[in-house]
């Protein structure tokens, strides 16, 4: 024997039936053979009385008699249908009345099904039986739904449900949530206002071709693109696109937050590139940024010039006054070189140990010394006390400068040879002083 287990109670509890009529004869047949049946049995003889027992009780299924005095079949299914807590029951109504409009009424009124009288019991019993295992599956249908909402609503990555046309269907809470909106508020927006009108388009092209020909159209993998947020900002997310099964053809997005991952990445792509101590470019940065200028250079026939400075005495210093005080000696002079590194094309860098360099583009050799100059003395006007320097009472640079219109045929690595002679040839002349070729060549050297 078979039981269909309740969607209400535990699947191994049997299934509650309430019996509505008001013929004691009738009800009694009923009642016995529900029971024979394995059905748990509730009787009600009013309409009125039946409300109340299906509140309490909330029996599986009601089957119930259309002609009774007082409140009649008809009137207790309606107020069944309009109570919340009784309207997903399902109602089979019995009736001596065979005619479509009084059938017609009790479909229309919310019945699931009609037996007409007098009750053939093998009817009766496939009836009940068949309105029992529909009821399961719609409550198993409806629990796996509730499930997988669930499951939705409680992931972190955003999810949208998208028409062919670009339209929005649906959006979990964490794709609101990414994108600003509050409940239900994203449904009905286009894809285009939340992508570039060259992207959106792209991926309206791509529906198009889903639904004219799926098999031949294959899912597209996580892409990394710029979301517009509520409030007109951009966020970096990762959206993947991936046709669905269903009678019309409607796309899942999935949006994973990418915005801290970028802000992360940056920050180590900073830190690469930074002199931690000075918060000037390091040397990887240098040395990238000299070879980008260099082929620029090539291709404008621009001069560019380098300045590379050494501070004078810097043992002697740390080993006198202490680390600690060298270090902020080593950020004082990079802040120098720093405010000389005006635009785009120009990078001041921390070399290594106490060396430092400057790079200018589109610069002449007479620009470039005045500029040298102009740091040598700024460093001299700090009035850092150097007291075992045998140049000056105070901190001081030797600054060498290069310059070059470079061609296909030069090296970088001459160029920098070029300022680290003049360099090396002012601290032979005495130190605190800028060394640079006598006049401008298409090659700079000493």
């Not at 029951?89 to 009345?97: D, E, G, L, Y």
């Not at 009108?197 to 159209?217: G, H, I, K, N």
């Not at 620029?296 to 005495?313: M, N, Y």
Request: net charge negative; charged share 20%; glycine share 6%.
């Amino acid at each position: 024997m078979s039981y269909y287990a309740s969607p209400t109670l535990s699947p191994a509890r049997a299934p509650a039936i309430l019996i509505v009529d008001d013929a004691p004869a009738s009800l009694g047949v009923l009642r016995t053979m529900m029971s024979k049946q394995g059905y748990q049995t509730f009787v009600a003889t009013s309409g009125e009385r039946a409300l109340s027992l299906a509140q309490r009780v909330q029996p599986d299924l009601i089957l119930l008699d259309v002609v009774m005095p007082g409140m009649d079949g008809l009137e207790t299914c309606r107020q069944l249908k309009g109570d919340a807590r009784t309207q997903n029951i399902p109602v089979i109504f019995m009736s001596a009345k065979s005619d479509t409009d009084d059938i017609v009424a009790g479909f229309d009124i919310g019945a699931a099904d009609y037996i007409g009288k007098p009750l053939r019991m093998a009817e009766v019993r496939a009836r009940v039986r068949a309105q029992l295992q529909m009821r399961c599956t719609s409550a198993a249908q409806k629990d796996q739904a509730d499930r997988l909402r669930m499951i939705v609503d409680a992931m972190d990555e955003g999810l949208m449900v998208i028409e062919a046309s670009g339209r929005i269907q649906y959006s979990n809470p964490a794709c609101e949530r990414h994108l600003g909106y509050g409940a239900d508020e994203l449904a009905g927006h286009a894809l285009s206002d939340l992508l570039g009108a060259t992207l959106a388009q792209e991926y309206l092209d791509y529906f198009a071709a889903c639904a004219a020909d799926p098999a031949a159209v294959h899912p597209g993998g996580a892409r990394e693109v710029l979301i517009r947020h509520r409030d007109g900002a951009l966020r970096a997310m990762d959206l993947t696109l991936t046709p669905m099964v269903a009678d019309e053809p409607l796309f899942i997005g999935l949006l994973h937050d990418i915005t801290h991952h970028k802000r992360s990445e940056t920050a180590l792509q900073h830190a690469a590139m930074v002199d931690q101590l000075t918060q000037i470019a390091n040397r990887r940065r240098f040395d990238s940024f000299l070879e980008q200028e260099w082929l620029r250079a090539i291709r404008s026939g621009q001069p560019l010039s380098l300045i590379l400075l050494d501070v004078d005495h810097f043992k002697l210093y740390n080993d006198t006054l202490g680390h600690a005080a060298g270090d902020i000696c080593l950020q004082q002079v990079a802040a120098a070189l720093q405010s000389r590194a005006l635009r785009t094309t120009d990078l001041a860098a921390r070399y290594g140990g106490e060396e430092f360099v400057l790079l200018f583009a589109e610069t002449a050799l007479d620009t470039a010394v005045v500029l040298a100059e102009s740091i040598r003395a700024q460093v001299e006007s700090l009035h850092l006390p150097h007291p075992r320097s045998s140049t000056s009472e105070w901190l001081t640079v030797s600054i060498g400068v290069a310059t070059v219109v470079p061609t296909q045929f030069d090296r970088i690595e001459e160029f920098f040879v070029a300022a680290d002679r003049m360099m090396y040839a002012a601290k032979d002349a005495g130190r605190n002083r800028v060394m640079a070729p006598v006049a401008s060549q298409h090659w700079c050297q000493v």
